[in-house]
């Protein structure tokens, strides 16, 4: 069955440092793999995406994700953290050809001291 | 132009009683969803469906009903609510491209 695990459920960096936000999925087939980022009390917005092209995705707001396949990974990060980006962060994996179907993380809070 | 809306944005109400979530798309796409996502923030699907057909029904109680009367709209139904069905419950659109969807602001149900 395909899943992803987010390793942390709270991140707190200060402004101005690193970002990293990890995930790490299981699925028997290559998967496709998402970072959805919700702000309080609004709905989910794509961050970026992963669909067997790039290994290091480029997404908005200027975070990257990097897939690595021997580690099962896809990790999110930001070179620069922003007050704005305090937010939930959801890992998610979609499952195979037909309809679109997400499967979530768990979500993980990234708190950004000033 | 709000691209996915729901109404109503917070719904409080009592057990046994039936309400009704509404969703709107404007992006044109032939596919949507209503997720739930519960008190730890766990988002779950529930219902897709493609142009007006259902697709997806996950394990999902039968007091829920979703019902989409043109392909630019998916309304919930939810009768005899339960404490438990209090959740947050999101609406989402989406191309015909894995995994990019388009998520309304959510409807908070409360039951009391």
């Known amino acids: 069955a395909q899943s992803v695990t987010q390793l942390d459920s709270h991140v707190s960096v200060s402004e101005g440092t690193p970002v990293l936000l990890r995930c790490n999925y299981s699925s028997s087939y290559s998967p496709s793999l998402f970072w959805y980022v919700q702000h309080p009390n609004k709905g989910l917005q794509l961050l970026l995406k992963y669909t067997s092209a790039a290994t290091l995705v480029k997404g908005i707001n200027g975070f990257e994700a990097e897939f690595k396949k021997s580690e099962t990974s896809f990790h999110l990060t930001k070179p620069s953290a922003h007050m704005s980006d305090a937010a939930e962060y959801f890992c998610v994996v979609s499952l195979p050809q037909g309809a679109q179907k997400l499967v979530f993380g768990q979500g993980t809070r990234l708190t950004i001291n000033p | ?112």
């Open chain 2, 1 to 112: 132009d709000t691209a996915v809306s729901q109404t109503p944005k917070y719904l409080v109400t009592q057990m046994g009683n039936d309400k009704s979530i509404k969703c709107e798309q404007n992006l044109g796409h032939d596919t949507m969803y209503w997720y739930k996502q519960d008190s730890k923030k766990f988002l779950k699907i529930m219902f897709s469906y493609n142009n007006k057909e259902l697709i997806i029904n996950e394990t999902v109680p039968n007091r829920f009903s979703p019902k989409s009367p043109d392909k630019a709209h998916l309304n919930l139904h939810i009768n005899s609510l339960e404490l438990g069905d209090s959740a947050v419950y999101f609406c989402a659109s989406g191309p015909p491209l894995p995994g990019e969807l388009f998520f309304g602001e959510g409807s908070r149900l409360t039951v009391l």
